[in-house]
C-alpha cells in the first residue's frame, strides 16, 4: 500500500450521478489486482478527515492509467466529483484484497454487479477474459439512467442489463433474472449492495463465488478495527474488510 | 535542538506517539514506515478476555471529526503479549499499554497479566469504561471510583501508570487531582467526547453503538483547556491528545501543559502523520524560539512575548 | 408541509430562530432581511446592570467552530425592554429574552422586570453563569443549584422558561430531570462547550478571558447525543442548538427530539443563514418523508426504514 | 452591507507575502468610502467560519473594481492567496465606516500607513487628492522586501518610505520620519498596527486625525460584540470597530 499524489486525466459522467475519472499511477499499477480498492482523501482542509474507499474499476498497465467509477451519494463524493482534469488527488493504493482470480481454475465466469458494485467487477471480467475465462455478466441498476459500462462488458462477453424498475432490459432483481436464464458458470463473483449480495448468496449458497462487500472506514489499512466483519465459521471471528477483503468467499463472512 | 523527552518509565527520542486504538498494535502502520521513528507507541486498549467490539457501522464522520464506537475489540490480553507485544519488541520503541476493564478486578489482571512481560514501559490506564459493578457509571466521571481503579491498579502494576482521563466531566482538575492522590505517575489526556449522529435516510442513530466517541480537530479547543486547567493543579507529566494533526498543534499542547502527545485520527486521515510531524516539529519549535521540546513544555501559562504587532 | 411549531407560549410560523448572542438584538439583521421570516428571535443575555464583558480578543476560530468569551457585555435589562424590545415589538416575531446572573436574586430580579413589558413570550434562563456567591461554581453544572435557580425564575415569571442547559457536565440527563422537576417549561440545549486557544507567537491563550466557549459543527455530534439522551428521559420541549448550519441539520435535530431550533455561529458565516434554512426546510423534510415539522420531532428514536441500500 | 459573489480579475504579488486582488463589484462601489472593510469567506466547508475582514484598498467606479491588498499571515489569508483570476469569492461589502472625509474642512492630509494598515489609506489618499486636498504620505514597512505602493502614493502627493531595518528609505518608525521631517497638515490618517497607531496618537495627541483600528471579529455588523474598544470619554462607554468603526477620531477610542 502507497500514498501517493496522482493527476486527473480524464473525467467523465457517464450514468446519472455517475462519473469515471482515470489518473495515471506510473509504478503502482502493477501492484493492482481486481476487486481493490483506493482510499481517497476528499479535501476541504479538515473538515472531511476520513478518506472515501473507491474501487478500482480499470488498469490499464501500459499506460499506468487507472479508472475509478462512483456515484455521487453524499458529501465526499459530491466533492470529489468537482475535481477537474489536472487536478491533484492524494490516494493510497491499493488497498485490501482482491479476487484470487490467478489461484482459482475456471473456464466460466458469471459476474453479478449491482449499481456501483459493477466497477470493479469490469476490471476483474477484463482480467478473466485475458485469462481466457468465458465471462458473462448481469448488471443490475435502479433505472435506465444509472446504466453504465453495458457495451464495454459486451466487449468481454455475454452481457444481460437488469433495472428495478424495467426501464431497461431485464426487470426486475438481478436473481429474477439468474432464476429465468439458465448461465453455466465455474465460479460467480459478485459486488452490489448488501441486500443483493444477501440475495446473490442465499440464491447461489451451493456454488463457488466470492463477493465483495462495504463498510464504513476508519484507517482503511487494518488498524481500527471499524469495518469487521463476522466469519461464518461459528468461531466468533472476524475479517477486517479494508485488509482481508473486501473479497470475501460466498458464505465465509456474515453479511449484516 | 533536541526533541527528547523524559517522563516516568519513558525515555522518547521525540514526543510524538501514536494514541491507544488509531493504530492497533503497530503491525499495518509498519508495513508503511520505520516505527523506530517514533517517539513511543501507545497500544490499542487489552482487556482480560478477547471481545468482538460493538456492532458495525462503528465509526462516522462529522465536521473535523469523527465518532467511533469500536468496543474495545481485541484478542484479550494474554494473546496480545503473545503475538503483538512480542512482535513491537523487535523494534526500539517504549510501549504502553492500554488497559481497560469493566471492574477494578479485570483492570488489575490485565494490569498483571502485562508485567509477565518486560517489554511494556508503561500503562495507560483507560477509565472510560463503565463500570458493570457500579450500575454503568464510568469509572472515569466519578473521583472516587477513579481513585480507587487507579490505587488498585498502581499497586498491581511495576511500571509508571498513566490514567487516561474522561472529557466526559464538569470539572476535570477534580478528576486529575483525585488519580494524583491514588498514585498516578502521570496523566493521560482527553480521550473522547461522547456524541452521535443521526442518519436522515434511516431515521436512527448512525452507530449501532448509537453513541460514540467525537475525536480530531474538532476536541481540540477543550483538549487545549483542560491540559492547561489541569497543569495548574496538579504536577505529574501529562501525554496530551485531541485533535492533533501538525507539528504546529504539537507545540500548542507543549505549551498548555502537555509533557507529550499522542496523534489518534489524524492517522486515518494521512497514515503518515506521526513520521511527517517529527520531521517537521524541529522546525517549528525553532520558529517559535525553543530549542527543545522540555523547554516548550507549559510555557502557555508564563507571560511570553506579547503578540508580535505586524508590519 | 407546515412549518407551523407549538411550544409552550410559543406558536412559531416555522422552527427556526437565532442563537443567543449571535444576533444581538436583531437590529443589524433587520437591515439584511425582514426579521418576520423568523420563527422566533432569542434576544442577548441580560443581566441586571450593564456590563462592559470581558477584555479583547473575544473570539477565535477552531476548526470547524470558533470560541467566544464576550462575558455577557449589555446595557442591562431596564436599557434592554426600553431600546431594544420595544424595536423588536414592530415585527410579528415572537422574543425569548435570555437571563443571565451572579445570583439567584439576580436572575429574578431580571425575570421580573421581563414581565414589565408584554413582548416578551418566554424565558430562556442561562445557567452557564458562575454564581458568585457559592464560589463561582456554575448554576448549570450543579444539578441542586440549578433546580433552585429554575423555581425561583418560575415564580417571578408570567411566561414560560426554557432553562438553557451547559454541556460541561457528566450526565446531561440528571441536569435536565433536575431542572424539569423545579418547573421548566422547556429546556434549551446545548450551550458552547469550554475551550481554550494558545496562541504560538505569544505563548499565550488567544483569548483575553483565557477560556471560551466552543460553537459551530465541531460541537453538533455533543449536542446531538445530549438531546437525544434528554429526550429519552423528560416530557418537556427542547429547542435545540449546537452548530446547525443547514436545513439537513434542522432535521436531525429534530430527529433527534428537538422540537424547534436556535441558530448560532453560523449567522457568523452567512448572515443570511437564518432565512436561508427556513426556505430550504420543507424541501428536505419532504426529501425525507415528513409533512410537518411536528412530524419530525423525536423521530430518530423509533426504528425507521433501514438505511437504504443503493444500487 | 450586502452579501455578494464576485469574481476576481487580477492577481499580483506586489510585495513578499503581500498580493492585490481585484474583482468586479456592479452596482455597489458607489456605495464605498475610504476606510471600510469587505468581510470574506475564506472558504474550505465549514472548517474556517469567520469572515476575514480585509480593508478596501482602491475602487475604480468607472470600472466599477474593487482592489484589495494582503499579507500572508495565517490559514486564512493563505487560503485568500490561493484563489486564481476566476475564481468567486463569497464577500460582505461594504462593511463599517470609513474616514468622515465628506465632513472635513481640509486642505493638507497627513498619511501614516504601517505595513497592511496602508491599503485603505491608499483609497483615501485618492480620494483627498481628487477632493483638491495635498497629500503627504508616510509609509513603514519591516523591510525593503515589504515596501508596495510608493509609486502609487508619489502620483498623488508625497510620500516618505520607512523601514524598520532601513534597508529602504528612512530608517526607524513613522513616528521618528515625524520628529525629523517638517510636515504640514490639517488632518492625519493613520492605519497599521496597534503599538503604531499608539505611538502616533501620543506623538500627535494636540493634532486632529482619524485611525484605523483592527480586532478579531464574529459577524462583521455589530451583533455579536467581539470588537468592541472602549470609549475615551470616561463614559464606560464602547464601540464596536466592525460598525462605528474600523475609522475613529484619534483619542475617541482607548487602545488596547
Ligand atoms: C471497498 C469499497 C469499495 C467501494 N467502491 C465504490 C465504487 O467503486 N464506487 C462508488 O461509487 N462507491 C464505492 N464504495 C462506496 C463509497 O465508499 C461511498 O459511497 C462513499 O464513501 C460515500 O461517501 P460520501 O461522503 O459521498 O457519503 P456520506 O454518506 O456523506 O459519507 C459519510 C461517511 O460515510 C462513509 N460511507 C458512506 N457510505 C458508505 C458505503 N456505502 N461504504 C463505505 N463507507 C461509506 C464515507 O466513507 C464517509 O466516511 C465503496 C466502498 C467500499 C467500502
Ligand atoms: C477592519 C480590518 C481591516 C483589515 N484590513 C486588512 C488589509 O487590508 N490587509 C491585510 O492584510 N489585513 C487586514 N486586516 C487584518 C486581517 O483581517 C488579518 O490579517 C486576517 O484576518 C488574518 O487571517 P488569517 O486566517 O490569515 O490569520 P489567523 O491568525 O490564522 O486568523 C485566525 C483568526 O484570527 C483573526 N485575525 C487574525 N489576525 C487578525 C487581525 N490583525 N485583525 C483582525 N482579525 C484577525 C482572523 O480573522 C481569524 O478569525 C484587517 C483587519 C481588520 C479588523
Ligand atoms: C477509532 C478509535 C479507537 C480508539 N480506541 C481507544 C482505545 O482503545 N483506548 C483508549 O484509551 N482510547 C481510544 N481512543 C481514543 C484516542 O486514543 C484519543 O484519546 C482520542 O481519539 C483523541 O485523540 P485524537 O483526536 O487525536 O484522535 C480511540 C479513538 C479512535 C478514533
Ligand atoms: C459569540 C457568541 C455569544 C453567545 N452569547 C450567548 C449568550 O449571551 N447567552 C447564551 O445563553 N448563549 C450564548 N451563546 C451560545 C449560543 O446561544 C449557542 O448556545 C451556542 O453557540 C451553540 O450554538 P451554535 O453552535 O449554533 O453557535 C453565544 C454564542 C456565541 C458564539
Ligand atoms: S477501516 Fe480500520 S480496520 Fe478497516
Ligand atoms: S464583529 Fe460582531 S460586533 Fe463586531
Redesign the interface.
Known amino acids: 500500500?502507497n500514498?501517493t499524489s496522482v493527476t486527473i486525466i480524464s473525467k467523465k459522467i457517464i450514468a446519472k450521478e455517475t462519473i469515471e475519472l482515470t489518473f495515471h499511477a506510473e509504478g503502482y499499477v502493477n501492484q493492482i489486482s481486481p476487486g481493490q480498492f483506493i482510499h481517497i482523501?476528499v479535501g476541504?482542509?479538515?473538515?472531511?478527515?476520513?478518506?472515501r474507499p473507491i474501487s478500482i474499476a480499470d488498469v490499464d498497465v501500459d499506460s499506468q492509467i487507472v479508472t475509478i467509477i462512483f456515484?455521487i451519494?453524499g458529501v465526499?463524493t459530491d466533492q470529489l466529483s468537482r475535481t477537474e482534469v489536472g487536478d491533484k488527488l492524494d490516494i493510497?493504493l491499493p488497498c485490501g484484497s482482491g479476487y484470487p482470480i490467478n489461484q482459482l481454475e475456471l473456464d466460466r465466469a458469471l459476474i453479478i454487479g449491482?449499481?456501483?458494485g459493477v466497477p470493479p467487477l469490469y476490471y476483474l471480467a477484463k482480467q478473466l477474459n485475458k485469462q481466457g475465462v468465458a465471462v458473462t455478466a448481469v448488471i443490475?441498476?435502479?433505472s435506465k439512467d444509472?446504466v453504465f459500462y453495458e457495451s464495454k462488458f459486451k466487449e468481454l462477453g455475454n452481457c444481460h442489463v437488469v433495472t428495478?424498475d424495467g426501464s431497461y432490459g431485464f426487470k426486475g432483481f438481478v436473481t429474477d433474472l439468474l432464476n429465468d436464464t439458465p448461465i453455466d458458470y465455474d465460479y460467480f463473483f459478485s459486488c452490489?449492495?448488501?441486500?443483493?449480495l444477501k440475495a446473490v448468496s442465499t440464491q447461489l449458497k451451493n456454488r463457488n463465488g466470492y463477493i465483495s462487500i462495504e463498510?464504513?472506514?476508519?484507517?482503511?489499512?487494518?488498524?481500527?478495527?471499524?469495518?469487521?466483519?463476522?466469519t461464518n465459521d461459528g468461531t466468533?471471528g472476524?475479517k477486517k474488510i479494508c485488509?482481508d477483503g473486501p473479497v470475501f468467499q460466498a458464505n465465509e463472512v456474515v453479511l449484516? | 535542538m533536541t526533541l527528547l523527552t523524559r517522563i516516568p518509565g519513558l525515555t522518547l527520542k521525540n514526543p510524538i506517539m501514536p494514541a491507544s486504538g488509531c493504530f492497533g498494535f503497530g503491525r499495518e502502520y509498519s508495513e508503511l514506515f520505520d516505527l523506530n521513528k517514533l517517539g513511543a507507541i501507545i497500544i490499542k486498549a487489552a482487556t482480560l478476555e478477547s471481545r468482538y467490539g460493538n456492532q458495525t457501522p462503528r465509526v462516522a464522520e462529522t465536521s473535523s471529526g469523527m465518532l467511533n464506537a469500536i468496543g474495545l475489540q481485541n484478542p484479550g490480553v494474554e494473546a496480545i503479549i503473545d503475538n503483538e507485544v512480542s512482535f513491537l519488541a523487535n523494534y526500539d520503541l517504549p510501549i504502553i499499554a492500554n488497559v481497560a476493564g469493566s471492574t477494578v478486578e479485570e483492570y488489575v489482571a490485565v494490569t498483571k497479566a502485562f508485567t509477565r512481560t518486560a517489554n511494556i514501559d508503561a500503562i495507560e490506564l483507560n477509565i472510560s469504561c463503565p463500570n458493570v459493578k457500579e450500575g454503568g457509571i464510568q469509572f472515569g466521571t466519578d473521583p472516587t471510583l477513579a481513585a480507587e481503579v487507579t490505587a488498585s491498579v498502581k499497586q498491581a502494576s511495576k511500571v509508571p501508570v498513566y490514567v487516561k482521563l474522561s472529557p466526559n466531566v464538569s470539572n476535570i482538575t477534580t478528576m486529575a487531582r483525585a488519580v494524583e492522590s491514588a498514585g498516578a505517575d502521570g496523566l493521560s489526556m482527553i480521550n473522547t467526547l461522547t456524541g452521535m449522529q443521526i442518519n436522515l435516510n434511516s431515521r436512527r442513530p448512525l452507530l449501532a453503538n448509537k453513541t460514540g466517541g467525537l475525536s480530531g480537530p474538532a476536541i481540540k479547543p477543550v483538549a487545549i483547556r483542560m491540559i492547561y486547567e489541569v497543569r495548574q493543579q496538579t504536577s505529574i507529566p501529562i501525554i496530551g491528545m485531541g485533535g492533533i494533526m501538525t507539528a504546529e498543534d504539537v507545540l500548542e499542547f507543549l505549551l498548555a501543559g502537555a509533557n507529550a502527545v499522542a496523534v489518534g485520527t489524524a492517522n486515518f486521515h494521512n497514515p503518515f502523520v506521526c513520521p511527517e510531524i517529527i520531521e517537521a516539529l524541529p522546525e517549528v519549535l525553532a520558529k517559535y524560539g525553543f530549542s527543545s521540546v522540555e523547554q516548550a513544555v507549559g510555557k502557555g501559562h508564563e507571560y511570553g512575548h506579547k503578540d508580535l504587532s505586524r508590519t
Chains 1, 4 share one sequence.
Open positions: 500500500m500514498k482523501n476541504n482542509g479538515s473538515s472531511n478527515l476520513l478518506r456515484k451519494v465526499g493510497l449491482g449499481g456501483i443490475g441498476f435502479q444509472y428495478d452490489g449492495p448488501t441486500g443483493m463498510q464504513r472506514m476508519g484507517c482503511g489499512v487494518g488498524a481500527c478495527y471499524a469495518c469487521v466483519v463476522p466468533n472476524f485488509k449484516v
